[in-house]
C-alpha cells in the first residue's frame, strides 16, 4: 500500500505561483509512474502531469504546458507540481496519484492504483 499526502495548496493571484507537495510513505514510490490531477469545482477530474520512474519522462495537459512543472525526488518519497503563471482556471482541487503502468498510460485516471486526499488552489483573478 501507498499513502499519499498532499501540501502546498492554497489562495493565490493570477500570475502568481505555488509549489504543491506530495509525501508518499508505506513503500517507496521509484517504481510507481505518479501523477497530478485536479478537479474544478463542478467538472470532472481531468489530467495535469504525469511522470516516469526515473524522472527522465514527463507528460503534460495541453493547458498547463509551459507552465506547470512535474518532478520527483525518489530518495525523499516526493512530488513535486511547480506552477506558475497561475490562471483563474486553475482552480481546483489538486490530487497527487501513483501508478504501477507505463507513462503512457499516465493520463489515464482510471489507470492509477493510489491517491491522496487532495489540496485546494484557489487562483483570484
Known amino acids: 500500500q501507498v499513502q499519499l499526502v498532499e501540501s502546498g495548496g492554497g489562495l493565490v493571484q493570477a500570475g502568481g505561483s505555488l509549489r504543491l507537495s506530495c509525501a508518499a510513505s508505506g513503500r517507496t514510490i521509484s517504481s510507481y509512474v505518479m501523477g497530478w490531477f485536479r478537479q474544478p469545482p463542478g467538472k470532472e477530474r481531468e489530467f495535469v502531469a504525469a511522470?516516469?520512474?526515473?524522472?527522465?519522462?514527463?507528460y503534460y495537459a495541453d493547458s498547463v504546458k509551459g507552465r506547470f512543472t512535474i518532478s520527483r525526488d525518489n530518495a525523499k518519497n516526493m512530488v513535486y507540481l511547480q506552477m506558475n503563471s497561475l490562471k483563474a482556471e486553475d482552480t481546483a482541487v489538486y490530487y497527487c496519484a501513483a501508478s504501477r503502468r507505463g507513462l503512457a498510460s499516465g493520463t489515464d485516471s482510471t489507470k492509477y492504483d493510489y491517491w491522496g486526499q487532495g489540496t485546494q488552489v484557489t487562483v483570484s483573478s
Open positions: 511522470i516516469s520512474w526515473s524522472g527522465g519522462s514527463t
